[in-house]
Nanobody
Framework: EVQLVESGGGLVQPGGSLRLSCAASGFTFDDYAMGWIRQAPGKGTEWVSD????????NYAESVKGRFTISRDNAKNTLYLAMNTLKPEDTAMYYCAAARSPYTLQFGQPEYRGQGTQVTVSS
């Protein structure tokens, strides 16, 4: 059974930081590009970032570039997202996602997606 379990979300003040984690199981982790997508209340899903199979290439949405850093540990089957200088507009449910290619994460439907972790940025 494929599982993607996110953790690390919470309530943080503007300018603060959080680190999200995603523990993967049930598939060959390093055969997949991994990424994060988010959905704010009343809005559609938004691609945030993705990382290649061995972690050599990462991509970011313009809205988070310079503030967020994606990484992966293939030995631990875990994906991370370090989020700094958080803004209220970053408030959303954050989902971990897996796909055979980064292109699919950015423009298509991922093969697998987790249940999400809520990030709320508010004073």
């Amino acid at each position: 059974e494929v599982q993607l379990v996110e953790s690390g979300g919470g309530l943080v003040q503007p300018g603060g930081s959080l680190r999200l984690s995603c523990a993967a199981s049930g598939f060959t982790f390093d055969d997949y590009a991994m990424g994060w997508i988010r959905q704010a209340p009343g809005k559609g899903t938004e691609w945030v970032s993705d990382i290649s199979w061995r972690g050599g290439i990462s991509n970011y949405a313009e809205s988070v570039k310079g503030r967020f850093t994606i990484s992966r540990d293939n030995a631990k089957n875990t994906l991370y997202l370090a989020m700094n200088t958080l803004k209220p507009e970053d408030t959303a449910m954050y989902y971990c996602a897996a796909a055979r290619s980064p292109y699919t994460l950015q423009f298509g439907q991922p093969e697998y997606r987790g249940q999400g972790t809520q990030v709320t940025v508010s004073s």
